[in-house]
């Protein structure tokens, strides 16, 4: 988590967006004073970088993409989201 360049360098690669996202100002606070003993320059991108490893994570647990393609197929075929929520999440038990 504390290579601030390797972070930097994914995010030069990828085209970046705006997101708005409401957080406690404790987290806030504790993001701020974290980030540079971490080795970031600021706060946001401490948080690109827990984000981008939770969802490395997850996506290393659900497996490769063909998962994501069988969701949308099953989808497509009517298989509710109720459903399919409760088989992804017995399945990430496992």
Not at 49 to 59: F, I, M, N, S, T
Not at 63 to 92: F, I, P, Q, Y
Request: proline content about 4%.
């Amino acid at each position: 988590m504390n290579d601030s360049n390797d972070n930097a360098a994914s995010a030069a690669k990828s085209p970046m967006t705006t997101v708005t996202l409401r957080m406690p100002r404790d987290v806030v606070a504790d993001l701020k004073r974290l980030a540079p003993l971490l080795g970031f320059r600021g706060y946001q991108p401490l948080i690109r970088a827990y984000v981008g490893e939770g969802l490395r994570k997850d996506r290393e647990r659900l497996g490769s993409d063909g998962l994501w393609e069988l969701v949308a197929t099953l989808k497509r075929k009517g298989v509710s989201r109720e459903l399919l929520e409760e088989a992804l999440a017995e399945t990430m038990r496992q």
